[in-house]
């Protein structure tokens, strides 16, 4: 399966320069066209995602200002940056699983700073985190590491554990694994498995709720270079033909422009990078990690 | 990184630092003091605890007294694994209470953990009063005094235990949109299940070493033969006692250990 081919070629009423000023206009995310061909000026989908004026630091230590971006639905973005540029804690502050210092995030239509913790449970359950550090829960099977994927639209203790679970869940979460290629290892403990399965288990957990948005944390980082595309061309799948919005951090030059219909990049304190990947060589993402 | 320099081996105590040990030596040698620490006790206590070994050798073995001291030993035990299970069984709820950043407030944490302080600031042995005087003699107020002894103890540990285990899988949990009961129910207590089933070892042993002095008061179980011997100055009887204990004692400590490494060693 190639991905590149699939590609729809970008029409968009906004300019983008590799470089953007956050201005208000290159806040608004450029619309997509449908596949199937809508017209280039019509307001295709709706914006998923707002970020605008975001700024968060630890004790005292600033990690980016100032970072506004949008996102629409169906749009699969790359977020490359340098180690500690603080694309993992962007994505954290998107969920709302830390607090950020200032801005606004609004998610799905959720105003995710102010919201109560019963709207953003609402929110989260329509997406899927991939962890850099995957966060299986050890000592338990894989199977069931994928059904607590399902605890955010099902609570209680059916969703525990594989055992309790419904028949419709663990068949969803076994589809979710065989999406993946690990079907044959549900039953194994969690912390029995190598980095790019348990990388994999990750990404299955993070499948089997059907989010609308995807938010993945270098995905494929432990996998070797095959399954690394395999679960790339996964994304980017979900992203054509689902219309799942997909966010995904890369330290992959190569991944980042061929997969991304965007690339968002991260340094020194702020987002300088907010560009249409057909509109960026590899040369322009190497610039940011000088 | 040219100017990040390499940390010192050893840091130096600051002043004040060191303020604080030369107090910490005075104060140990005051309770010296205070503890009634005499040379001469020291030196004529050696003879009389010969005098009371051999009066306390041989040791009562005679059947009927060790048949006796068997069933007392028996209730001793079952007061002690009676008690452990209820304790450690109303620890997990409490501990959750008191883990911080878990699913309670933090005044609920305080207060909490509070009432665990003050639980374990009161001795067993007290416990077991507190219970004679409600409940009245026998082995009940002992074994509701072991199950408030190891909530105590549980209580506290679990909470450290929950509050130490890694935030990832919690993290990755929260973010599918997990309710925090939930999150602590999948994530929190399988990871550190190891570590409960550790500290409910540890608490059954002490569980089995307390029980064993409940009788003192009439609270049930061996001790009141022990009190008996010695008020009687029975004293092969109460050395069987004693010896008694140390052997179920020390029994059951190597049991606890095989246990542990049955069941978490190699899973860890
Ligand atoms: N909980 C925290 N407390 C304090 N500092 C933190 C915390 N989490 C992250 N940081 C710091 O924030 C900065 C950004 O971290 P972050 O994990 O977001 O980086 P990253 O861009 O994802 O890097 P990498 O490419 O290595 O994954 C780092 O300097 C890190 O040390
Ligand atoms: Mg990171």
Redesign the interface.
């Given at each position: 399966m190639s991905a590149r081919c699939i590609r729809t070629p970008g029409t968009h009423s906004s300019t983008i320069s590799s470089v953007t000023n956050l201005t208000t206009e290159t806040q608004v995310a450029p619309t997509r066209p449908q596949q199937t061909g809508a017209e280039v000026f019509a307001p295709v989908l709706p914006v998923d995602l707002r970020v605008t004026r975001l700024a968060k630091s630890f004790a005292g230590t600033l990690i980016f200002k100032n970072v506004s971006f949008g996102l629409s639905r169906g749009e699969a973005v790359a977020i490359v940056g340098a180690n500690g540029t603080g694309k993992s804690t962007l994505l954290?502050c998107l969920?709302g699983?830390i607090p950020a210092d200032a801005g606004a995030i609004d998610v799905l239509g959720t105003d995710v700073r102010g919201a109560k913790s019963s709207d953003?449970?609402?929110?989260?359950?329509?997406?899927?985190?991939v962890?850099q550090?995957?966060?299986?829960?050890?000592?338990?099977s894989v199977l069931s590491n994928v059904v607590?994927?399902?605890?955010?639209?099902s609570?209680?203790?059916r969703?525990?554990?594989q055992s309790f679970a419904p028949a419709a869940s663990r068949a969803e979460a076994m589809a979710a694994l065989t999406k993946v290629g690990l079907a044959h290892l549900a039953s194994r403990r969690a912390d029995r498995l190598s980095g790019g399965q348990s990388q994999r288990v990750?990404i299955a957990?993070a499948l089997v709720?059907q989010p609308k948005i995807l938010i993945a944390d270098e995905p494929t980082a432990s996998l070797d270079p095959a399954a690394g595309e395999d679960v790339m061309d996964l994304f980017f799948d979900l992203a054509r033909q689902e219309g799942v919005t997909v966010i995904f951090i890369s330290h992959n030059i190569d991944h980042a422009l061929r997969y991304g219909d965007r690339v968002l990049g991260l340094a020194d304190g702020g987002m300088p990078l907010d560009a249409r990947a057909k509109n960026l060589s590899a040369q322009d993402l190497r610039g940011l990690y000088d | 990184m040219t100017d990040a320099s390499m940390p010192a081996r050893y840091e130096r105590p600051s002043a004040l630092a060191f303020l604080g040990y030369a107090a910490a030596v005075v104060i140990i040698l005051w309770s010296f003091a205070g503890a009634g620490f005499s040379i001469d006790k020291e030196i004529s206590s050696p003879p009389r605890f010969a005098d009371f070994i051999d009066r306390a050798f041989p040791p009562n073995m005679e059947p009927k007294v060790l048949a006796r001291l068997g069933w007392k030993m028996l209730e001793t035990l079952q007061i002690a694994l009676a008690g452990a299970v209820i304790g450690i069984v109303c620890s997990v709820p409490v501990a959750l209470l008191a883990a911080r950043g878990l699913i309670a407030p933090t005044w609920i944490n305080q207060v909490v953990r509070t009432g665990l302080g003050f639980i374990r600031a009161v001795p067993d042995i007290a416990w077991a009063l507190v219970f004679v005087v409600a409940v009245g003699l026998g082995p009940f107020a002992g074994m509701l005094a072991i199950a408030i002894d190891t909530i105590g103890f549980c209580g506290r540990f679990f909470a450290d235990d929950m509050e130490a285990a890694d935030k990832?899988?919690s993290?990755?949990?929260?973010?599918?949109?997990?309710?925090k009961l939930?999150?602590v129910?999948?994530?929190t207590i399988?990871?550190t299940?190891p570590a409960f089933i550790s500290t409910s070892l540890f608490a059954t042993e002490k569980a089995v070493r307390s029980s064993t002095i409940l009788g003192l008061v009439g609270a049930g179980g061996i001790g009141i033969e022990l009190k008996v011997g010695f008020d009687l100055f029975d004293y092969p009887t109460a050395m069987t006692v004693i010896l008694m204990i140390a052997v179920v004692v020390i029994s059951f400590e190597y049991l606890s250990g095989w246990a542990r490494t049955k069941i978490i060693g190699e899973?860890r």
């Open positions: 954290r969920m699983l953003l449970r609402a929110m989260r359950a329509q997406m899927g985190l962890s550090k995957h966060n299986l829960v050890p000592r338990l607590q994927g399902l605890l955010g639209q609570p209680g203790i969703h525990w554990s990750a957990r709720g | 990832g899988p993290e990755s949990l929260t973010a599918t949109g997990a309710r939930d999150v129910a999948c994530a399988p990871a299940m899973q």
